[in-house]
Structure formats: structure tokens, C-alpha cells
């Protein structure tokens, strides 16, 4: 008894099954192809963003005024060297602000990577 109800089983569920399957080839074929033709996600943020994100914490960091907090302006200066380093990574402008230490080489590295970024293309101003 158990036997033939089995063999009923199979008989009425296998042919819904082969079917079902041969109609989902289809969607698993187009969506094995969707998987391969993604672009990887750019590595860096588009350049006129870090541009915009540079002019203005330029910005922030000229308007500073005399009584700014001393913490306030290396953390807006760290980051507008954060910055600059990536956009001369993202420009392929060579650039060496975390090489040289805190001071005047700072300063001068800085004013000559925002010059390589104007003379690239990156308007600053």
C-alpha cells in the first residue's frame, strides 16, 4: 500500500518538478549573467566631490579666527590633508604629507600638492 502510494507520489510530482525546473533555467542563466557584467564599485570617491570636500574645509579652516581651539584646527588640518591625499591618490599626483612631519615641511608640502592639484585640473579656490 505504501509502495503504491509512493509510486503515485512520483508519478504526479516529477513532471511538476521537470517543468518547474526547465522553466527556472532561464532566470538562473540571466541572473548568473547579471552577477559577472556588475563594475566593481570605484575605489575612491568621484573627484568633484573630493574637490567640493576640499574648497570647503578650505574654507573652514581660513575662517578660523584668532580664538579657535587649538584641537579644532589640527583636526580641520588633518583632514584637509586626509583630502588632499585623496585626491592626488584618485588624480595620480604624487604626494608626501604623511611622510614629513608636523611643521613648516608640512605647510610647504601642502601648498605644493594643492598646486599639483590646481595644475591638474582641481580648482581649490
Same mark, same amino acid.
Given at each position: 500500500? &505504501? +509502495?503504491?502510494?509512493?509510486?503515485?507520489? $512520483?508519478?504526479?510530482?516529477?513532471?511538476?518538478?521537470?517543468?518547474?525546473a526547465?522553466l #527556472?533555467?532561464?532566470?538562473?542563466?540571466a #541572473?548568473?549573467?547579471?552577477?559577472?557584467v556588475? /563594475?566593481?564599485?570605484? *575605489?575612491?570617491?568621484?573627484?568633484?566631490?573630493?574637490?567640493a %570636500?576640499?574648497?570647503? &574645509?578650505?574654507? /573652514?579652516?581660513?575662517?578660523? $579666527?584668532? $580664538?579657535?581651539?587649538? &584641537?579644532?584646527?589640527?583636526? *580641520? /588640518?588633518? #583632514?584637509? %590633508? #586626509? @583630502? @588632499?591625499? !585623496?585626491?592626488?591618490?584618485?588624480?595620480g599626483?604624487? !604626494?608626501?604629507?604623511?611622510?614629513? *612631519? =608636523? +611643521?613648516?615641511?608640512?605647510?610647504? =608640502?601642502r601648498?605644493?600638492? =594643492? !598646486? *599639483?592639484?590646481?595644475?591638474? +585640473?582641481?580648482?581649490?579656490?
Amino acid at each position: 500500500m &505504501v +509502495g503504491n502510494v509512493l509510486i503515485y507520489l $512520483g508519478v504526479v510530482v516529477a513532471p511538476t518538478l521537470v517543468f518547474s525546473a526547465a522553466l #527556472a533555467v532561464p532566470r538562473w542563466l540571466a #541572473a548568473l549573467r547579471r552577477r559577472r557584467v556588475r /563594475t566593481p564599485a570605484p *575605489a575612491h570617491p568621484p573627484v568633484e566631490r573630493l574637490a567640493a %570636500d576640499l574648497r570647503r &574645509v578650505r574654507r /573652514t579652516l581660513a575662517c578660523f $579666527g584668532p $580664538g579657535t581651539p587649538v &584641537v579644532r584646527r589640527r583636526a *580641520a /588640518t588633518a #583632514a584637509y %590633508d #586626509a @583630502l @588632499l591625499a !585623496q585626491a592626488c591618490e584618485s588624480v595620480g599626483v604624487p !604626494q608626501q604629507l604623511d611622510e614629513v *612631519a =608636523e +611643521g613648516i615641511e608640512r605647510d610647504v =608640502e601642502r601648498l605644493r600638492v =594643492e !598646486q *599639483a592639484l590646481c595644475d591638474a +585640473g582641481i580648482v581649490l579656490s
